[in-house]
């Protein structure tokens, strides 16, 4: 049972670590490709160690995966952090998407004087 539990973490570490790579190649620009990578990577690697930890079930080497788990969840996200600001400090191109709600008609109103229904009659 122990066998199954640990392969289920392993191959769970495995699937969002290809998740993460597939992420890299196909995400648009630097910040939406940092974002998979930090997060489904620190994800993956915690759900391998989790595998580790119970599959060999000693104190020395559950303390080891406890320590590599708690540096990569304080190290990745500043890393990815840094890496971004660099990128955008370098001028490294971003995605640039459509904005969906340029063509929304105005429904928010500068004025309460401006603020009447559509057949003209005051609604304040």
């Given at each position: 049972?122990?066998?199954?539990?640990?392969?289920?973490?392993?191959l769970?570490?495995?699937l969002?670590?290809?998740i993460?790579?597939?992420?890299l190649l196909?995400l648009?620009d630097?910040?939406?490709?940092?974002?998979?990578s930090?997060?489904?990577?620190?994800?993956?690697?915690?759900?391998?160690m989790?595998?580790?930890?119970?599959?060999?079930?000693?104190?020395?080497?559950?303390?080891?995966?406890?320590?590599i788990?708690?540096?990569?969840?304080?190290?990745?996200?500043?890393?990815?952090h840094?890496i971004?600001?660099?990128?955008l400090?370098?001028?490294?191109?971003?995605?640039?998407?459509p904005d969906?709600?340029?063509?929304?008609?105005?429904?928010?109103?500068?004025?309460?004087q401006?603020?009447?229904?559509?057949?003209?009659?005051?609604?304040?």
């Amino acid at each position: 049972m122990i066998d199954v539990i640990v392969g289920l973490f392993l191959l769970l570490g495995g699937l969002f670590a290809i998740i993460a790579s597939v992420g890299l190649l196909r995400l648009p620009d630097i910040l939406i490709r940092m974002h998979a990578s930090t997060k489904v990577g620190t994800l993956s690697t915690g759900l391998i160690m989790l595998g580790v930890a119970i599959h060999f079930a000693e104190g020395p080497i559950i303390l080891r995966v406890v320590a590599i788990v708690v540096f990569l969840l304080l190290t990745a996200p500043i890393a990815g952090h840094m890496i971004g600001r660099a990128a955008l400090r370098t001028g490294v191109p971003m995605w640039r998407r459509p904005d969906d709600m340029v063509a929304e008609p105005e429904t928010v109103r500068s004025t309460p004087q401006e603020a009447t229904s559509k057949d003209g009659h005051d609604i304040s």
